[in-house]
């Protein structure tokens, strides 16, 4: 089973950009889809990105279409979601997690294996 850890979160004022890395573990990384997922204060978990095994197939949240960007790198066993014109609704921690079946989705059930976050705050 894979495990997970977050790191890249931080301060930005809006329209900064942030890049977070989720570095893994484990022999099953190139078999399993990845996301991030974020949750704000007093507010439930949501989707924000994923990819799939191969890191051909992406899926965004509405909310952060065209401004962030996911991406993997297998050989190094890492995920990567480039943040860019940050805004101050982005703030939550940020979550990135591994899917059971490969294909990247978008829904938190799918998901079985969670990093333990990471805090990204955006000043306006």
């Known amino acids: 089973q894979v495990q997970l850890e977050e790191s890249g979160g931080g301060l930005v004022q809006a329209g900064g950009s942030l890049r977070l890395s989720c570095a893994a573990s484990g022999r099953t990384f190139s078999r399993s889809g990845m996301g991030w997922f974020r949750q704000a204060p007093g507010k439930e978990r949501e989707f924000v990105a994923a990819?799939?095994?191969?890191?051909?197939?992406?899926t965004y949240a509405d909310s952060v279409k065209g401004r962030f960007t996911i991406y993997r790198d297998n050989p190094k066993n890492t995920v990567h979601l480039q943040m860019n014109n940050l805004k101050p609704e982005d703030t939550a921690v940020y979550y990135c997690a591994a899917d059971q079946w490969g294909g990247g989705s978008d829904r938190i059930p799918d998901y079985e294996t969670w990093g333990q976050g990471t805090q990204v705050t955006v000043s306006s």
């Open positions: 990819i799939g095994r191969y890191g051909t197939s992406t």
